[in-house]
Protein backbone atom coordinates (compact mmCIF):
# COMPACT_ATOMS: atom_id res chain seq x y z
CA UNK A 1 0.00 0.00 0.00
CA UNK A 2 1.41 3.23 -1.28
CA UNK A 3 1.28 6.44 0.58
CA UNK A 4 -1.17 7.76 -1.77
CA UNK A 5 -3.36 5.20 -1.49
CA UNK A 6 -3.10 4.96 2.99
CA UNK A 7 -4.10 8.48 2.78
CA UNK A 8 -7.08 8.05 0.88
CA UNK A 9 -7.77 4.80 2.60
CA UNK A 10 -7.21 6.65 6.11
CA UNK A 11 -9.82 9.96 4.87
CA UNK A 12 -12.23 7.46 3.73
CA UNK A 13 -12.65 5.87 7.22
CA UNK A 14 -11.87 9.68 8.50
CA UNK A 15 -15.25 10.80 7.07
CA UNK A 16 -16.83 7.54 7.67
CA UNK A 17 -16.74 7.88 11.20
CA UNK A 18 -17.41 11.12 10.91
CA UNK A 19 -21.07 10.88 9.11
CA UNK A 20 -21.81 7.94 11.96
CA UNK A 21 -20.98 9.73 14.70
CA UNK A 22 -23.36 13.00 12.67
CA UNK A 23 -26.25 10.39 11.89
CA UNK A 24 -26.09 9.38 15.95
CA UNK A 25 -26.10 12.72 16.38
CA UNK A 26 -29.28 13.40 14.70
CA UNK A 27 -30.68 10.12 15.63
CA UNK A 28 -30.79 11.54 19.60
CA UNK A 29 -32.01 15.33 18.24
CA UNK A 30 -34.46 14.92 15.78
CA UNK A 31 -37.64 16.98 16.12
CA UNK A 32 -40.82 17.34 14.42
CA UNK A 33 -43.92 15.42 13.49
CA UNK A 34 -41.72 12.94 11.64
CA UNK A 35 -39.62 12.13 14.80
CA UNK A 36 -40.25 8.39 15.05
CA UNK A 37 -39.41 7.85 11.22
CA UNK A 38 -36.23 9.75 11.43
CA UNK A 39 -35.30 8.84 14.31
CA UNK A 40 -35.56 4.83 13.36
CA UNK A 41 -33.99 5.76 10.04
CA UNK A 42 -30.91 7.74 11.57
CA UNK A 43 -30.25 4.10 13.67
CA UNK A 44 -30.45 2.03 10.91
CA UNK A 45 -27.95 4.06 9.37
CA UNK A 46 -25.67 4.77 12.04
CA UNK A 47 -25.31 1.10 12.72
CA UNK A 48 -24.54 0.57 9.30
CA UNK A 49 -21.65 3.19 9.29
CA UNK A 50 -20.22 2.16 12.61
CA UNK A 51 -19.97 -1.80 10.96
CA UNK A 52 -18.43 0.46 7.60
CA UNK A 53 -16.04 1.97 10.14
CA UNK A 54 -14.82 -1.57 11.36
CA UNK A 55 -14.50 -2.94 7.83
CA UNK A 56 -12.56 -0.58 6.73
CA UNK A 57 -10.24 0.00 9.41
CA UNK A 58 -9.52 -3.61 9.39
CA UNK A 59 -9.00 -3.78 5.55
CA UNK A 60 -5.74 -0.83 6.61
CA UNK A 61 -4.49 -3.09 8.67
CA UNK A 62 -4.91 -6.29 6.50
CA UNK A 63 -2.76 -4.07 4.05
CA UNK A 64 0.15 -3.64 6.54
CA UNK A 65 -0.36 -0.19 8.39
CA UNK A 66 -1.56 1.39 11.65
CA UNK A 67 -5.58 2.52 11.11
CA UNK A 68 -6.18 6.27 12.01
CA UNK A 69 -8.57 5.57 15.59
CA UNK A 70 -8.58 8.80 17.53
CA UNK A 71 -10.39 11.88 17.08
CA UNK A 72 -7.45 14.15 16.21
CA UNK A 73 -6.57 12.05 13.99
CA UNK A 74 -9.96 11.84 12.45
CA UNK A 75 -10.49 15.76 12.91
CA UNK A 76 -7.23 16.13 11.19
CA UNK A 77 -8.03 13.35 8.06
CA UNK A 78 -12.01 14.64 7.77
CA UNK A 79 -13.60 16.73 5.29
CA UNK A 80 -17.30 16.23 6.69
CA UNK A 81 -18.19 18.82 8.84
CA UNK A 82 -19.73 17.76 12.60
CA UNK A 83 -23.45 17.62 13.06
CA UNK A 84 -25.56 20.08 14.19
CA UNK A 85 -28.67 19.27 16.40
CA UNK A 86 -29.99 22.91 16.34
CA UNK A 87 -30.71 22.18 12.66
CA UNK A 88 -34.12 21.21 11.50
CA UNK A 89 -35.15 17.48 10.17
CA UNK A 90 -35.40 18.79 6.54
CA UNK A 91 -31.76 20.44 7.09
CA UNK A 92 -30.45 17.31 8.80
CA UNK A 93 -31.83 15.12 5.80
CA UNK A 94 -30.31 17.37 3.29
CA UNK A 95 -27.21 17.57 5.31
CA UNK A 96 -26.82 13.79 5.23
CA UNK A 97 -27.92 13.19 1.41
CA UNK A 98 -24.59 15.53 0.96
CA UNK A 99 -21.97 13.90 3.41
CA UNK A 100 -22.98 10.48 1.60
CA UNK A 101 -22.31 12.09 -1.74
CA UNK A 102 -18.89 12.73 -0.49
CA UNK A 103 -17.83 9.65 1.03
CA UNK A 104 -18.90 8.35 -2.69
CA UNK A 105 -16.17 10.51 -4.02
CA UNK A 106 -13.93 9.19 -1.47
CA UNK A 107 -14.98 5.97 -2.03
CA UNK A 108 -13.95 5.92 -6.10
CA UNK A 109 -10.44 7.85 -5.67
CA UNK A 110 -9.84 5.09 -2.92
CA UNK A 111 -11.30 2.58 -5.11
CA UNK A 112 -9.13 4.23 -8.41
CA UNK A 113 -6.07 3.38 -7.01
CA UNK A 114 -7.02 -0.14 -5.84
CA UNK A 115 -7.70 -0.99 -9.39
CA UNK A 116 -4.37 0.32 -10.39
CA UNK A 117 -2.84 -2.26 -8.36
CA UNK A 118 -4.81 -5.19 -8.35
CA UNK A 119 -5.85 -4.99 -5.30
CA UNK A 120 -9.12 -7.28 -5.14
CA UNK A 121 -9.62 -7.74 -1.57
CA UNK A 122 -10.45 -4.05 -1.38
CA UNK A 123 -11.90 -3.75 -4.69
CA UNK A 124 -14.64 -6.24 -3.29
CA UNK A 125 -14.84 -3.99 -0.30
CA UNK A 126 -14.78 -0.90 -1.87
CA UNK A 127 -17.92 -1.72 -4.39
CA UNK A 128 -19.95 -3.24 -1.19
CA UNK A 129 -19.53 0.34 1.00
CA UNK A 130 -20.64 1.87 -2.66
CA UNK A 131 -23.64 -0.03 -3.19
CA UNK A 132 -24.78 0.53 0.83
CA UNK A 133 -23.95 4.69 0.74
CA UNK A 134 -26.04 4.75 -3.00
CA UNK A 135 -29.04 3.16 -0.67
CA UNK A 136 -28.50 5.57 2.24
CA UNK A 137 -28.75 8.35 -0.17
CA UNK A 138 -31.89 7.35 -1.89
CA UNK A 139 -33.64 7.01 1.42
CA UNK A 140 -32.32 9.75 2.83
CA UNK A 141 -33.33 11.71 -0.64
CA UNK A 142 -36.68 10.09 -0.54
CA UNK A 143 -37.63 11.09 3.24
CA UNK A 144 -36.98 14.85 1.88
CA UNK A 145 -40.32 16.58 1.66
CA UNK A 146 -39.43 18.62 -1.53
FE1 LIG B 1 -30.99 5.33 20.44
Known amino acids: MNDNFYQAFAKLLADTYTLYLKTQNYHWHVRGPYFKTLHLMFEEQYTQLAMGVDTLAERIITLGHTAP ?68 HWMLRASKAY
Open 69 to 136: ASFSEFSALRSIKEGDPKKTAEQMLAELCDDHELILKDLYKVLKIAQEHSDEGSIALLGERIAEHEKT
